[in-house]
């Protein structure tokens, strides 16, 4: 069982940056595979960034690459999500999720969300 708390939201102007945190609490930190996804109102949640277990292979959206960086420290059970040049679009609810199995999901765990407003 993995618990997962996200922080670090907040509102910020079209091109400013914002630094996502999410800590875990629970077993085996390091064989989880962790990621990012988001949720804008009215519409379907997607995904963002993930950060394999193993090694530093990452992946990204297209529509944040360049922009958004994923990282993870397993000796902190903290999972940090970078996000410069932050558009409108970008404004939705983000959420930490972790799973044991396929980096690309389902996710077997998720936080409770922080909410990210990007003002034009």
């Known amino acids: 069982q993995v618990q997962l708390v996200e922080s670090g939201g907040g509102l910020v102007q079209a091109g400013g940056s914002l630094r996502l945190s999410c800590v875990a609490s629970g077993r085996a930190f390091s064989s989880y595979h962790l990621a990012w996804l988001r949720q804008a109102p009215g519409k379907e949640r997607e995904f963002v960034a993930a950060?394999?277990?193993?090694?530093?292979?990452?992946h990204y959206a297209d529509s944040v690459k360049g922009r958004f960086t994923i990282s993870r420290d397993n000796a902190k059970n903290t999972v940090t999500l970078q996000m410069n040049s932050l558009k409108p679009e970008d404004t939705a609810v983000y959420y930490c999720?972790?799973?044991?199995?396929?980096?690309?999901?389902?996710?077997?765990?998720w936080g409770q969300g922080t909410q990210v407003t990007v003002s034009s």
């Open positions: 950060h394999r277990r193993s090694g530093d292979s990452t």
């Open positions: 999720a972790a799973t044991p199995r396929n980096w690309y999901g389902p996710y077997d765990y």
